[in-house]
């Protein structure tokens, strides 16, 4: 893909000093950006490499004024960080949404219903009564199960695997080895001691603009729905148990894991390896550590959890601090013993 200048400046809304036709056709960093390619300068502590960069274009504040003479020509901005992001996403929906077409072997049911500029990679299966819209992406191995509903402009990454009667709302990516669907873990001790399943007749509902990265699952509801609000982000290799409830713009890193039934607020914050129990619920804006491990509901929102079992962050680091101080404890606690064990007899 190659732009010009000009084209750029005019997405940015940006001012161009130097050649607004000049062409630029890749993304770079400043420390190594080549000629034909575009790059930012946002922090002071690299302004340095644009006296030597080969770029072609860089972004930089509308306050900039060069010290040293510059190749590159400029694109001024108010904020070239964000310019710079926006750039990139820009680059990344001309990418991932140009693919269009079918390739073959690829099986769709006959009573399925897709939309425009639909993409289907090699062995990719749409079962029946599938119902998609505009503009997605279902690429190679790809399996969308029976009654499945999929909204517009929505990326469906190798080996992605989406269970019957599931709902996905639009502007969705869901990255390879996805398995969304699958059954909860739902299982009735028996008196000999062995386990019966219980069948998991609900489904998962994805509401629009969500993100789920590779290799996380989500499981269907036993009854009703698991529910992923709009503008969720979820990174890779998370486990989210049946009927959980997620609110909108929450945002979950890796190896978290979420027990059934739980119902978790809007823009909380979940960091790494966070383990939650079953049937409790998380208030909005709730911030949870990394390892945090939650045993009962967080009812005050904007609310930050530290430790396991999990307690409020500040007096979580009280706690630390003692617990690092325990060696010279435990020697003024032995050295006081030795003290009072050898007082005089009165």
Do not use: W
Request: with cysteine.
């Amino acid at each position: 893909m190659e732009f010009t200048i000009s084209q750029i400046a005019a997405i940015l809304q940006g001012e161009i000093d130097g050649n607004g036709q000049e062409k630029v056709n890749t993304i770079g960093k400043i420390q190594d950006a080549q000629k034909g390619a575009i790059t930012f300068l946002s922090n002071p502590k690299y302004e340095n490499y644009i006296y030597t960069s080969e770029a072609s274009a860089v972004i930089v504040k509308k306050d900039f004024v060069p010290t040293k003479s510059v190749k590159p020509i400029l694109i001024k901005v108010d904020d070239p960080y964000s310019s710079f992001t926006r750039l990139l996403e820009e680059y990344d929906k001309i990418a991932s949404y140009s693919k269009v077409g079918i390739e073959e072997p690829a099986y769709i049911a006959t009573n399925a219903t897709v939309g425009e500029k639909i993409y289907r990679g090699a062995f990719s299966y749409i079962g029946s009564n599938v119902k998609i819209g505009n503009n997605v992406k279902v690429y190679p191995q790809a399996y969308i199960g029976d009654h499945v509903t999929i909204g517009d402009n929505c990326i469906l990454y190798s080996g992605a695997k989406i269970y019957a009667n599931t709902v996905i709302g639009n502007n969705c990516i869901i990255h390879s080895g996805v398995i969304v669907g699958s059954d909860g873990f739902g299982f009735a001790p028996q008196q000999d001691g062995t386990y019966k399943k219980i069948p998991q007749l609900g489904n998962v509902i994805i509401r629009d603009n969500v993100e789920i990265g590779a290799n996380t699952v989500i499981d269907c509801a036993t009854l009703g729905s698991t529910i992923i609000d709009a503008g969720v982000k979820l990174d890779n290799l998370i486990q989210i148990a049946h009927n959980v409830e997620i609110g909108t713009n929450t945002v979950i890193a890796s190896q978290t894991g979420i027990s059934g039934s739980t119902k978790i607020g809007k823009n909380c914050i979940i960091a790494g390896q966070v383990g939650l129990v079953g049937h409790i619920e998380i208030a909005d804006r709730v911030t949870l550590a990394a390892k945090t491990g939650l045993a009962k509901s967080v009812k005050k929102e904007g609310s930050v959890k530290f430790g396991y079992p999990a307690m409020d962050h500040k007096e979580y680091l009280k706690c630390h601090a003692i617990f690092r101080n325990l060696p010279e404890l435990r020697e003024r606690v032995n050295d006081l013993e030795k003290k009072t064990l050898n007082l005089p007899a009165k």
